[in-house]
């Protein structure tokens, strides 16, 4: 009757795929399961049609356009593990696949020992919508194996000893002229094991990648890789360690109110530490209430129960070490709290149907060793939930502290639960209003022929972000491309493919076609060297652009990212006229760019760049401050091209520190590197504080500010190449740093706001309101506050505009974001800055809400 049994030994099949083949392969089927955990009790039967396979030819070729025989073709995807078709190739370098009809492939691999490897991308445009990923695989593909490096891969334990069998995979490669990486890390198909001495060897990779290639350990159940090994564009090594540690074991009993046992109940345990690749794994409790799993050790735990009846408080901060057993991790169900809510649209009120809602349980601080500088200073555990056809969603937690948001991760809210039986939180968002934009590139100094294979990067303005969306898609054999657009004004580059020719030009509100005309371009050459004056091969760079049409401009953070060949040398191509450059060097040790150097870019004549010095690592904090971003900071509307380096801007690292609290206690957030290449953002207005402005770690002078006193301070720190830390009371400047070093700061009780940086919008800058401004342009700011002792609870602070302003003469509205504080073991409440659309759009342009 076509029915079948398949066991599962997993705690749910989310990701899984089920193939069903018949006739040879000629009629396929596949079920896939999606990202959401499901019910143990559930037993409804899934259902595969059988379909006739799709035939896709692929050729292979090498750098020379040679037939390559003998390769390994497959077709695969995302949390695809096994290829579903793979094939070698005949001595035409051909092979057939028969892929199942309603497969999402992804991308069609190809590889060789010795001669390389490539990569098919199905999609039309980077990143795809839903709508378009994936489309069908084309009938015909061609894949170019231009060249092969061997890497080897050692595994050793924690104490050096070489690990056989075990299996290794690249993560992701990304090849010139491509529109993204492909993600191999669940392949089966490109993965290798370790020999008898530790070793895996890939001899395919491609010689020429334009990003890092990490390689993940396929061996989750036993083994942990918390460092992944990784090899740099133009490196020259061939012999990477891969240093893996025994994983740890955790179990435990959940029983039921009665104390019987509770059996199929979901339990999550996430991680977090000094990795990029912290664990999150699902178990299920047997017939006995009894649960036990493997998790990577060397992570500070959360372990919570996961189910729509009942819940349990977590047991959280749970550290665990290499090929440790911690035992005895018991829960007591309960009913615990519902959080309950509905989604529907800001339009006109209607239900919003599978939007995800985002859970996150905050654990205690991790202790020293555990912090990464990518996920902050305190354990974390996530869940989520999808509204119904109703626009309904429903959780179900125990006692703890949560962080909440909703869908495209609005209206963040952190939620401190106790025994409330329910909470109620509702949202209205209208989803991004995607339309196609349609084009066509050619070479206006050669007829205007159409240009294939050209790299077309589109991006909204920055004078209009709504519904932000950038876009990245590569022209076809007759030049033509299509991406998805959200609403607003967009710019569109584009350039060919060896960069000879580029140019840019602006899309309007309505506009579904576009031409773009490519004329010659400006190529940008330079050379890294260390301190020493020797040239640094395999150095990352990275270049970002500032484009500029008209009165129209827009930023491209990943324009290009070179690396130098042997002789340090890096080059840069396809600048548009008129554009801006950053040039940002990566730091291994902070895994962060630096700006090194800036330039304009004025026709298509070359460009020298004056070489670059990567220096010296600097000592950074032991975990980036939340909300700093690893990415390049997007330029400041009046920022100028940088020099090269100078002395005073290779003077030792400063720091601002902001110390809240009364008595004084340290807010470790609150702490920013101010230094030639900042890394800073975030808006805030503090309770009482003093303010350190020292030299690396050294202490200088300080100011202690109540706020029961209201002479006024603005301390900022800007994004630009003229401005840094400055201080003013009344509109008297007292200290700047560029000029002072950040170290004269008169003694005195002040009222401080302070800006971070980091400036989004080129039409929101910071803004000092004191006696000598004009109220006809900036209306008058209240500030109501209380000074707080050490035991208090601080009221919600607000700065509140009470017009009038030029754009609302009957402004009064009030704007504010507020966020739990803990000092001294209390919990307080205190201001972030906040607004909305309606209440920037009131404010004066230039404005900024402190």
């Known amino acids: 009757d076509g029915t079948f049994v398949l066991p599962f030994n997993r705690a749910s099949p989310h990701y899984e795929h089920v193939l069903a083949v018949a006739d040879g392969g000629e009629r396929q089927g596949i079920y896939e399961f999606g990202p959401e955990v499901l019910d143990a009790t559930t037993r409804t039967p899934i259902k595969i049609v059988l379909k006739p396979s799709r035939r896709v030819s692929v050729r292979v070729v090498d750098g020379s356009g040679k037939p390559v025989a003998e390769a390994t ?57 839903a709508e378009s990923k994936p489309r069908l ?9 231009d060249g092969a490096r061997q ?10 000893r070489p690990l056989p069998e075990v299996g290794f995979v690249p993560w992701t490669i990304k090849k010139p002229g491509k529109m993204a990486d492909v993600n191999l890390s669940g392949s089966r198909l490109a993965a290798q094991s370790t020999d008898a001495q530790g070793i895996a060897s890939f001899d395919w990779l491609p010689v020429n990648v334009t990003q890092d290639v990490a390689f993940l350990c396929q061996d989750g159940e036993d083994l942990h890789l918390p460092d992944s090994p990784r090899f740099r564009p133009g490196g020259s090594e061939t012999e990477l360690t891969a240093r893996l540690l025994r994983n740890a074991r955790v179990a435990g009993k959940v029983l039921l109110p009665n104390g019987t046992p509770a059996r199929d109940i979901l339990i999550q345990a996430e991680g977090r530490g000094a990795t990029n690749h912290y664990c999150r794994k699902y178990i299920r409790t047997t017939v006995d209430g009894s649960y036990k799993a493997t998790v990577y050790p060397e992570q500070s735990y959360i372990i919570a129960i996961i189910d ?21 991790l018991d829960f007591q169900l309960a009913r615990g709290t519902i959080i309950r809510g509905t989604i529907t649209s800001e339009a006109d009120e209607s239900p919003l149907a599978g939007e995800t809602i985002t859970l996150n349980q905050i654990g205690p601080e991790l202790p020293e060793g555990f912090r990464s500088q990518s996920d902050g200073r305190e354990g974390d555990l996530v869940r989520w939930a999808k509204s119904d056809a109703a626009g309904c969603y429903v959780l179900r937690v125990g006692p ?56 077309v990067y589109a991006a909204p303005t920055d004078q209009d972000r709504r519904n932000r969306r950038e876009s990245e898609a590569i022209t076809d054999s007759q030049g033509r491309f299509k991406v998805a657009r959200g609403v607003g004004p967009m710019i569109v580059y584009a350039r060919d493919v060896e960069g000879l020719s580029a140019t840019s030009v602006k899309v309007g509100d309505d506009q579904e076609n576009v031409t773009v005309p490519l004329v010659p371009a400006a190529k940008a050459t330079g050379r890294v060297v260390d301190e020493t004056g020797k040239p640094l091969a395999g150095q990352q760079v990275h270049c970002s652009l500032s484009i500029r049409v008209g009165d ?48 304009d870019v004025r026709g298509s004549e070359n460009i020298d760049i004056p ?73 805030g207005i503090l309770p009482p504080f003093k303010l350190v402005v020292h030299p690396a770690e050294s202490p200088s002078r300080t100011v202690h500010c109540p706020l029961s006193r209201l002479d006024r301070v603005l301390a900022s720190v800007r994004e630009n190449n003229s401005g840094g830390f400055s201080a003013r009371v009344n509109g008297d400047r ?117």
């Open 734 to 850: 007292l200290g700047n740093a560029e000029q002072k070093a950040l170290g004269e700061l008169a003694d005195g009780e002040y009222l401080a706001a302070i800006y971070l940086g980091d400036i989004r919008c080129s039409n929101i800058a910071p803004f000092t309101i004191d006696s000598k401004d004009d109220p006809a342009k900036i209306a008058p700011v209240e500030l109501s506050a209380i000074e707080a002792g050490p035991a208090a609870v601080w009221p919600n602070l607000a700065l509140r505009i009470t017009g009038p302003t030029p754009k609302d003469p009957d402004l009064n509205r009030m704007a504010m974001m507020v966020a739990p504080l803990i000092i001294d073991g209390i919990e307080h409440r205190a201001i972030g800055g906040g607004g909305n659309g309606d209440f920037y759009s009131a404010l004066p342009s230039g404005s900024q809400m402190l």
């Open 137 to 145: 695989l084309p009938e015909q593909i061609k894949l170019v194996l």
């Open 552 to 599: 129209a401009s827009a930023w491209m953070p990943g324009f290009a990212q070179p690396s130098t060949d042997a002789n340090g040398i890096f080059s840069v191509p396809g600048l548009p006229d008129g554009a801006h450059c950053d040039v940002l060097l990566l730091n291994p040790a902070r895994s962060s760019f630096e700006q090194a150097y800036a330039f």
């Open 73 to 129: 073709v497959g077709a695969t995807g995302y949390f695809v593990e096994a290829p579903i078709h793979v094939g070698k190739t005949d001595e035409n370098g051909a092979v057939s696949l028969l892929v199942p009809a309603d497969l999402k492939v992804e991308w069609v691999i190809g590889f060789k020992a010795g001669v390389g490897f490539d990569y098919f991308e199905n999609y039309p445009f980077w990143p795809p919508t």
């Open 308 to 328: 729509d009846t009942w819940a349990a408080p977590s047991h959280t901060g749970v550290i665990l070490r290499e090929d440790q057993v911690r035992d005895g």
């Open 611 to 683: 070489d670059l010095i990567a220096r010296a690592s600097e000592p950074v904090p032991a975990t980036r401050p939340a909300g700093v971003s690893n990415a390049p900071r997007r330029p400041s509307a009046t920022s100028r091209p940088a020099t090269r380096p100078t002395a005073e801007s290779a003077r030792p690292p400063l720091w601002l520190s902001l110390v809240l609290g009364s008595p004084i206690a340290k807010l470790q957030d609150f702490r920013y590197r101010v230094s030639s290449a900042r890394s800073l953002k975030g808006v």
């Open 151 to 160: 890497m080897h891969i050692r595994a050793v334990n924690s104490d050096g």
């Open 400 to 455: 703890g502290t949560y962080e909440m948001w909703g869908p495209d991760y609005a209206k963040r809210e952190r939620l401190v639960i106790a025994t409330e039986e329910e909470i109620v939180r509702s949202f209205e968002f209208d989803k991004p209003d995607l339309k196609p934009l349609a084009g066509l590139v050619v070479n206006e100094t050669n007829d205007e022929k159409p240009v294939s294979g050209a790299i």
